[in-house]
């Protein structure tokens, strides 16, 4: 490596590398046509329906998470337009953190970058004990620690990653389509024993505006927002497959788009049937709800609880299994451009990032093993999330101002107009985080705020300027230098 060059205008520093560089960090393209993106937006988020967002039913009740739910549609959807566009526009790995780059400079690309990369880090750990609930139901380790679960989660998933993106990306699909098979026959085995006073069985705590509809008032509606990103946390991780789909430029918006209507499905669904046939103060603290309301509705074990808690892993598996590919690529993307300790992005013969790979499994394993509170872990993805959603569709509607000459091959409808329905509503989401655990998200901002000090004194001026990333924003400075 030679001499660092001298720092641009926008007070970052970029290293001179070898050729050898980008050869030893390349991913395998063409792995991915739009219905494997749509599988994978799917995949990412699926779990959300088998576990996790019953646990908003004890912050807002029913009415409080039903509008929690409705409201983080909106944003989600509002936001995948914006991510559709913007995927379409820049086809790079790095995705959120390349589409700010663009947008914000490297600071906000940096910082964007982090955010997501907190989410799909913790959110893995997250699944990884509601898998070790779901295996618990079926009866094995009922009396144990289940840390060799989520140890056996991590070690099997990764190591398919490890194998292949083309491999995993079709084991992904499968075991998504078994998911959504069990979810639909849950759906269909729950609308006989659906009762509308199901959904209102908590008692009303008193508090302000508190009913039977929001038993919690006014203010767990805003509790709730944490689990109604649930039903949705992810999906907007499709654009970190660019580098590795056939045309991204045309697929990206039709994979992200069609899986966020299949995710406002099944997120509906869910939330209407399993309360609604077995009760919100049951569903309210469970640690598997759709098996268990499938027992409550039939009076006991049955047929379809079973084969729900069994598939129902299936679902689990394909989110934990697809975001472990996520955190892998956005690793990878900051690593390669230097933002981060760049041996994280060296791939293997088998073109996969085994480095990004392994170092957030083994902190996402300990996470879980040590802590084993899957709605402390939520809370955490949830802020990176909430911060990297906030960042991004600012970067839509800068690009929109800045640069309405780039080319688009999807423009969102409404434009900014509906990438700013959704900064507000994720700004709100920011506020909701440290509402319902101020300790969860005061910690996940400390880490924030170190990986932002790591940028400042350091990176910042390492930055590797062949990364695609750094070259779309060095192509864009061009541009504007010469107008």
């Excluded at 494997?36 to 029913?62: C, K, R, T």
């Excluded at 789909?245 to 499905?265: E, F, Q, S, T, W």
């Excluded at 990032?353 to 993805?381: E, K, Q, R, S």
Aim: hydrophobic share 55%; proline share 4%.
């Amino acid at each position: 490596m030679s001499a660092q060059r001298s720092s641009t205008p926008s007070r970052v520093g970029y290293d001179d590398v070898s050729v050898e560089y980008l050869q030893q960090r390349q991913l395998k393209r063409g792995a991915a046509g739009w219905v494997l993106l749509a599988g994978l937006g799917v995949a990412y988020v699926i779990s959300g329906d088998f576990s996790g967002w019953n646990l908003g039913l004890a912050e807002g009740g029913w009415g409080g998470l039903l509008i929690a739910f409705v409201l983080m549609g909106v944003m989600y959807t509002c936001m995948v337009f914006g991510l559709a566009e913007l995927s379409s526009s820049l086809p790079v790995a790095g995705a959120g953190y390349g589409f700010a780059r663009r947008a914000l400079g490297p600071l906000g690309g940096y910082a964007t970058g982090i955010a997501i990369l907190i989410e799909y880090a913790i959110a893995p750990a997250a699944i990884a004990t509601f898998i070790g609930g779901y295996v618990q139901a079926l009866g094995f380790m009922t009396d144990a620690n289940p840390w060799p679960i989520y140890l056996a989660a991590y070690v099997v998933f990764v190591g398919v990653h490890l194998w292949g993106v083309g491999e995993a990306m079709k084991v992904i699909f499968g075991i998504t389509a078994l998911a959504v098979v069990a979810l639909v026959a849950w759906a269909v085995g729950m609308v006989g024993h659906f009762q509308w006073s199901n959904l209102f069985d908590i008692a009303p705590d008193g508090s302000a505006g508190s009913s039977s509809f929001l038993p919690f008032g006014y203010a767990g509606v805003l509790a709730a927002f944490v689990y109604g990103i649930w039903f949705f946390l992810a999906v907007e991780g499709v654009p970190l497959a660019a580098e590795e789909a056939r045309d991204p430029r045309r697929d990206m918006p039709r994979g992200i788009i069609a899986a966020m209507l299949i995710l406002l499905v099944f997120g509906a669904a869910v939330l209407l049937l399993a309360p609604g046939a077995a009760g919100s103060s049951a569903m309210q603290a469970s640690g598997n709800p759709l098996p268990e309301a499938a027992r409550i509705a039939a009076g006991g074990d049955s047929v379809l609880a079973t084969v729900v808690n069994w598939v129902g892993l299936a679902g689990l598996v394909a989110s934990f299994f697809s975001i472990v590919y996520a955190y892998s690529r956005q690793l990878f993307a900051l690593s390669r451009a230097g933002y981060l300790p760049r041996w994280m992005s060296v791939t293997g013969r088998r073109k996969t990032p085994y480095v990004a790979l392994i170092v957030p499994a083994t902190i996402g394993f300990a996470l879980a093993a040590i802590t084993g509170n899957g709605a402390l872990l939520i809370n955490i993805a949830v802020f990176g999330a909430t911060v990297s959603y906030v960042l991004m569709n600012l970067s839509h509607i800068v690009l929109r101002r800045r640069e309405p000459d780039l080319e688009r091959p999807y423009r969102t409808p409404g434009g900014v107009v509906t990438t700013g329905i959704a900064l507000v509503l994720s700004a709100t989401a920011v506020v909701a985080t440290f509402f319902v655990d101020e300790l969860a998200a005061g910690i996940t901002a400390a880490v924030f705020v170190a990986f932002l000090a790591y940028f400042w004194f350091h990176s910042r001026h390492h930055l590797v300027a062949s990364a695609p990333e750094e070259e779309f924003a060095a192509v864009q400075a061009a541009e504007a230098g010469l107008k």
